[in-house]
């Protein structure tokens, strides 16, 4: 069982805007705490998507945004590619535990 | 341009150690904090543990304290981890990640560049 709760999978079409969501408790998101967004390609290693709950990396398109409220984050993407098939996971920190580190169960995101 | 490169993985027994390595480049790696974090076949992520850039700082998993031991080599730009009494559910892949400043913090502790993986396999 994750800290961070994300639906296993979501689904869209070629240019449609798809939403994933995460949800955590008081003692991450909800206590303030930042929420980190990365993709993990096929066979690949993770990448940083989007960090500090809206912030793009250098080099990752606009198409991917953050947002986060209460104790809840969302990442969107819009005008869906099909080389954005990929799995998902969010980040948080947490004051609960002394893992520190809290991450999402993960999201299949597949293109239609 | 950041590279990580981890070596050290393979198959051992439970029970056993093994001593992960992950050789940094491309940074001033004694400026930031590092991490291992791990992936069990077809499975999430799963944040293992971390270390302060100074090396002064270290911070575990429930699931590897006592049993997994970080440090890091600033003179080599290499990031280590010690693991001993290894189980059948420590059997993953194992990454080691760049965090975002020099401390395992609340605001700098995500991470903005991960190696390729090492494969652990802790099975009789």
């Known amino acids: 069982q994750s800290v961070l709760t994300q639906p296993p999978s979501v689904s869209g079409a070629p240019g449609q805007r798809v939403t994933i969501s995460c949800t955590g408790s008081?003692?991450?998101?909800?206590?303030?705490?930042?929420v980190h967004w990365y993709q993990q390609l096929p066979g690949t290693a993770p990448k940083l998507l989007i960090y500090?709950?809206?912030n793009r990396p250098s080099g990752v398109p606009d198409r991917f945004s953050g947002s986060k409220s209460g104790t809840s984050a969302s990442l969107a993407i819009t005008g869906l590619q099909a080389e954005d098939e990929a799995d998902y996971y969010c980040q948080s920190y947490d004051s609960s535990l002394s893992a520190h580190v809290v991450f999402g169960g993960g999201t299949k995101l597949t293109v239609l | 341009e950041v590279q990580l490169l981890e070596s050290g993985g393979g198959l051992v027994q439970p029970g056993g150690s093994l001593r992960l390595s992950c050789a940094a480049s491309g940074f001033t790696f004694s400026s930031y904090a590092m991490s291992w974090v791990r992936q069990a076949p077809g499975k999430g992520l799963e944040w293992v543990s971390a270390i302060s850039g100074s090396g002064g700082s270290t911070y575990y998993a429930d699931s590897v304290k006592g049993r997994f031991t970080i440090s890091r080599d600033n003179s080599k730009n290499t990031l280590y981890l010690q693991m001993n009494s290894l189980r059948a559910e420590d059997t993953a892949v194992y990454y080691c990640a760049k965090t975002a400043g020099a401390y395992c913090s609340s605001t700098s502790c995500y991470f903005d560049y991960w190696g390729q993986g090492t494969l652990v396999t802790v099975s009789s």
């Open positions: 500090g709950n809206s």
């Open positions: 008081s003692s991450n998101i909800g206590a303030g705490y930042d």
